[in-house]
Every structure is written in structure tokens, then in C-alpha cells.
């Protein structure tokens, strides 16, 4: 008998892992150019890494999924940067800011477009001029201007250096407000509760005292973050990006220039220039092996960059006097406590003393309440007795009460000769 072929089910795909939208999916991000018009677009994470050239682990400081400290970081053809809410990937012809539609950065993208469109300032050869208009253009708005002046400079911040100084005067602004809010509320609901400690009192100086260390924590990341870079001057100057891209040009051109050269040499003039080139070569290895410790050209990140420290120190100093201040009035309170607790500890020594001394009288009572047999506890016969026994008893009465009483004097005297008692 033939045998009938069962047909063999296949196995249906699995379905595809969905990929979180945080690491590797599509989010929408606002481009800005330098020159031109801003337009949104949704990319991967790898199309923003061709964009940029950053790697895989630096777009997860932009990740909103995860919780990354103010960090600040510049490499070959892009600056990281995430200052609170502020999260940009700055290069030196764009700008692309994630998440752009968050309320929060309504504020950060009117002050952007404004910088982007301000007119740069015309070149000057006057150094004094030059320091005068630094200057005032340094008092003009909320945060710190800057405007690096030199004899024949033009005082025009590489494209990437105006958008974080946006950024960073953002990031500042918006630490230092809720600073001041916290500030407004901090000390009223210090000194209620120094004039009178409740439940309620309490607790809102524990939720005040939580957003203090909290915000202390941003500002103290800022702040590190700011003098890290202060610190390392090979960071700083990694993050000249026009610099870099003008060089990098400027190279190609002079290594087409020079191919085009030695295509026209002969074979003899190539081997002389082949020896003479190591030696050059040789020659600036050395000058680079020797020039490792020159400071390199960073005056106008350094000024930038201090400027803004100056200003977010500020804003830690002031979180540090509120602190002291809680911590002025919590010493306060423990001392009001435990003076409290004194007196209470006092009250209860004497109601102690009292209590012994009124055991004392009742075992006097007591005495005399048992069923003995004497003169003193059998039924008077004449009237004459029986005013002899009220005596006797009210004698006995009042020797008990003025004893119980003296020792009680003489415990508290001693007490408070002895500096137990106040």
C-alpha cells in the first residue's frame, strides 16, 4: 500500500524585534544650516553617524530613554552637547537638535534662530576699539557676550562656537531661574518653620531640601563639565571645527598641487627629492615630537567657556548659602528640641522625687492602718481620750505631710546644688 505524504507545514517567521526608538529607531530632528533654511527630517542613528561622524556611543549621551549627566564632548567633525533639556549635535556648517517639538526647548529655538541671524560684526584693526565694543557687547543681554578681540581680527565666532554659546547661556539661564524660584521659596519656609515647628512646616522644607540637592547636582555637573574642558587644552582644541575643516581643505589643495608637481620631475629629480623629504620629514617629526607642550590657539573657546563658569559658579554659590541656610536652621531646631527634651527630662526627676516622697508618707499610713493591739488604736472611754486621740492622729497627719514635704525641698536643693536640676 502506498504510503500518503503528509504535508509539512512551515513554520511561520518570527516576528521582527521591534528596535527601540531611543538607540536605533527614527526620531525627528531640526536641522539648522549656517547658511540657508532650516528644515525638519526623521534619521537613524546610523544615517546621523554618516552626517557626523560620531560613533555609536556618543548619540547615546542624546538618548532620552537614558539618563546621562551635562556633558559636553568635542570630537573630529562634531560637538556632543547635553545641558539639561538642551541636546544638539553641532558641526561646523549645522546644527541638528533632537526632539525639537518638547516645550521646554521653544525658548532654546527662538534664542537660536536670534543668534543665527544677528549680523556678524565688521572687521577692525583698532585694538582699543576693539576691546570697547568686546566689551559692551559683553554687557548687552542676560548672559555673558563674548567677542574675542585682537589687532586685525574680525570678531566673528566660528559657526559652532555662536551655537554653543547658545546652548550654554540657555542651559545657565534656565539653572539660574529655577535657582532664584527655589531661593523665593527656600527661605519663608526656613524661618516658618524656625518660628514654630509643625508637621506641615516640616514637610515642606523636605521637599524644598530635595530640589535643593537635586538642583545642586545639575549645577555642580555644569560646572564640572565646564572646567574639565578648561583644564584640557587638547579638548578645546578639538572642538574648532571650522579650523579643522579649513586645514583639512587647505591640505587636499596642497597635495594636488603638489602630485601635479612631481608628475612633471624625472625619475633622478624624484630620488633627490625623495631623500630631501625624509630629511624634512625627519626634521618635523622632531619639531612635532619637540612642540608636544605648545599651547595651542584656544583664546577665543577659553574666554567663552569662562565666561559662562563664572556665571554657573555663581549659581552654585548661591545654592551653597541656601544650604548653609538649612543647615543653620536645622542646628536651630535641634538645639530648640533638645532643650525641649531637657525640660521634659527635669519634669520627670521631679515627679520621681515627688513620687518617693509621697511613698515614704504612705508607708507612714500605711503603718498605722494595720490591725495592731495598742493604747493608741482602742475606742476611747471618756471624751477626755477621745480629744487626746484626734491630737495624736492630726499630730501624726501633719508630721507626715511637713516631713514629706521638707525632703522633697531637700531632694530638689540637692539637685540643684549639684547642677542636675536648673
Not at 520627670?348 to 494595720?370: C, E, K, R, Y
Request: glycine share 6%; hydrophobic share 35%.
Amino acid at each position: 500500500m502506498e504510503r500518503r505524504q503528509q504535508p509539512q507545514t512551515v513554520p511561520a517567521p518570527a516576528p521582527a524585534p521591534l528596535r527601540r526608538k531611543g538607540a536605533g529607531g527614527i526620531r525627528k530632528w531640526l536641522v539648522v544650516p549656517a547658511v540657508g533654511e532650516e528644515h525638519k527630517g526623521e534619521f537613524g542613528k546610523h544615517q546621523i553617524m554618516e552626517m557626523t561622524g560620531l560613533p555609536a556611543r556618543d548619540l547615546r549621551v542624546l538618548d532620552p530613554v537614558l539618563s546621562y549627566p551635562s556633558t559636553i564632548l568635542g570630537r573630529d567633525r562634531a560637538i556632543v552637547v547635553r545641558l539639561e533639556h538642551v541636546k544638539a549635535i553641532i558641526t561646523a556648517s549645522e546644527v541638528l537638535v533632537p526632539d525639537h517639538e518638547g516645550v521646554l526647548l521653544i525658548s532654546f529655538l527662538v534664542d537660536l534662530r536670534a543668534r543665527l541671524s544677528r549680523p556678524d560684526a565688521a572687521p577692525s584693526t583698532n585694538p582699543a576699539t576693539d576691546r570697547g565694543d568686546g566689551m559692551e557687547q559683553g554687557n548687552q543681554g542676560d548672559g555673558p557676550r563674548l567677542a574675542p578681540c585682537r589687532a586685525g581680527s574680525t570678531k566673528i565666532l566660528p559657526f559652532e562656537f555662536k551655537v554653543l554659546e547658545v546652548c550654554l547661556e540657555h542651559a545657565c539661564k534656565y539653572l539660574e531661574s529655577e535657582t532664584r524660584s527655589l531661593e523665593k521659596e527656600a527661605y519663608p519656609a526656613l524661618d516658618k518653620l524656625g518660628r514654630k515647628v509643625s508637621t506641615l512646616n516640616l514637610d515642606d522644607v523636605k521637599n524644598l531640601k530635595g530640589r535643593l540637592v537635586n538642583l545642586s547636582g545639575k549645577v555642580q555637573k555644569v560646572r564640572d563639565e565646564l572646567e574639565h574642558l578648561l583644564d584640557d587644552d587638547v579638548d578645546m582644541s578639538e572642538m574648532y571645527l571650522t579650523r579643522k575643516l579649513s586645514f583639512q581643505r587647505l591640505s587636499q589643495s596642497l597635495s594636488r598641487a603638489g602630485s601635479n608637481k612631481y608628475a612633471s620631475i624625472d625619475h633622478g629629480d624624484d630620488d633627490h627629492h625623495y631623500r630631501e623629504d625624509e630629511y624634512h620629514d625627519d626634521e618635523t617629526e622632531s619639531g612635532h615630537g619637540s612642540s608636544t607642550y605648545v599651547k595651542p590657539d584656544i583664546d577665543e573657546l577659553e574666554m567663552l567657556l569662562e565666561a559662562y563658569f563664572v556665571q554657573i559658579d555663581g549659581t552654585l554659590n548661591t545654592l551653597y548659602h541656601i544650604r548653609e541656610y538649612a543647615d543653620d536652621t536645622e542646628d536651630y531646631i535641634n538645639i530648640m528640641l533638645d532643650e525641649k527634651q531637657n525640660q521634659l527630662l527635669q519634669m520627670g526627676v521631679m515627679l520621681t522625687t515627688a513620687t518617693v516622697v509621697v511613698t515614704a508618707g504612705i508607708v507612714v499610713v500605711s503603718l498605722f492602718g494595720m490591725n495592731i493591739h495598742i493604747d493608741l488604736m482602742k475606742d476611747p472611754e471618756t471624751p477626755e481620750m477621745a480629744r487626746i486621740k484626734n491630737l495624736y492622729f492630726w499630730e501624726t497627719t501633719l508630721g507626715t505631710v511637713v516631713g514629706c514635704v521638707v525632703f522633697y525641698l531637700l531632694a530638689i536643693y540637692a539637685g540643684r546644688k549639684s547642677k542636675i536640676l536648673q
